[in-house]
């Protein structure tokens, strides 16, 4: 039925295939919004997923992405036009009258925040207040996929990034993901709701690698550098709105930002979050079979929020 159907925007990124597929596990029907066809979107189809390709950035694929839909779920990457999609999804969202929106905010999103990314994931907040349209916000702390971006420096031997003390309890995707499921298809109690979600427990980035290394038996040591000097080992360009990013969220980080634990995942997931050690055995090939294609530093924020 059509008031049973949801829109998965993202949906063959982190957090958006997981959801489809809980979804489609929940017998709901889903409309995968993807931006290209490839692998990843054929495999959502062949689940049994509605599959359409469309962009954020222009109103008439949102528009029609929304048609039908009972509810829908909103991401965007660590990229400029936050803004203007959420503007959007929101105006569609109001001509369709939704029922929900279940919206991937940040840990940093705050009106003083010194990063355009997290402020404008604030406003965007804001935005989908101002719609009218119920909505609930969520606010990860950083995702435990990012260990699965670095394969590369583990096989160098040393992990080279620009986090020093702070701690932060890594949140799986999956986790997120069965948060996000659950309250597209029971809106009611979370309408109105910022909800930060963490992992299970808080660990320092030397701390995260050494739990690499147990999991892969080699040792792999930590070494703090500055966000410079993690652009120029780079090879491909990631832009100075990531950059700009990266240096405040590393300073959030180091300021204890986004550090906490809570029972959200528990309560409204349905099961405790996955700890980190398992996370990583359970990705133990990806953390060492790609380690060969690998960038050798990879930076780890361009998964979040997707």
Known sequence: MADEKYLVTGATGATGSAVVKLLLDKK?????????????????????????????????????????????????????GILQATAYFAQAAQEVELAAIVNM??????REAKSHAAQDHWLAERVFDWSGVPV?????????????????????????????TGRHAPVAAIDQARVIANILVSPEQHKGKIYPLYGEKEFTFAEIT????RVLGKKIDYEQIDVPTLKNSQR?????????????????????????TNDVIQRIGGRPPLGLHDFLVAHKEELAGNAADAEPSASPLALQAV
């Open 28 to 80: 709901k029907e889903v409309r995968a919004f993807v931006h290209s066809e490839d692998e990843r979107a054929q495999e959502l189809r062949d689940l049994g997923a509605e599959v359409v390709t469309g962009d954020l950035l222009d109103f008439e694929s949102v528009r029609a992405g929304l048609e039908g839909m009972r509810a829908g779920y909103f991401v965007y990457p660590i990229a400029p």
């Open 105 to 110: 905010s940040q840990i940093s999103a705050r």
């Open 136 to 164: 609930t916000h969520l606010r990860p702390t950083f995702f435990a996929e990012w260990s699965l971006r670095w394969a590369g420096s583990y096989k160098s031997g040393t992990l080279r990034l620009p986090f020093g």
């Open 210 to 213: 050494t739990e690499v290394s």
């Open 236 to 260: 491909t360009h990631l832009g100075d709105f990531f950059w700009q990013h990266l240096t405040e969220v590393a300073l959030d980080h180091q300021n204890g930002l986004f550090a906490g």
